[in-house]
């Protein structure tokens, strides 16, 4: 498994998961998001907007790390519920 971030203004790393690693809120929060994904998508954002659009983002764990790391980070409650532009690419 892979995850990665992408954006207009470009993409994060991809950072592989090993086999059989379970990919929990937990593990997201503390594994992937803060210590890769935040900085990539910081550095490419410059600091500025990025929206945030998977289900993962929702969770309260979540919500509640991105409020204390991202300065203007607008919770999912405010988020449009059916935008094109904000929904999660499924190649599924």
């Known amino acids: ?29 503390i594994n992937l998001l803060s210590q890769k994904l935040m900085q990539d998508i910081l550095w490419i954002s410059q600091g500025g907007f990025f929206s945030f659009s998977r289900t993962a983002h929702r969770a309260r764990d979540t919500v509640a790390f991105l409020e204390r790391k991202v300065v203007d980070f607008i919770p999912p409650t405010l988020w449009p519920p059916n935008s094109t532009d904000l929904s999660s690419v499924d190649y599924l």
């Open 1 to 29: 498994m892979v995850s990665v971030g992408v954006s207009k203004l470009g993409s994060t790393e991809i950072h592989f998961i090993k086999p059989g690693v379970k990919v929990n809120g937990e593990y997201y929060r």
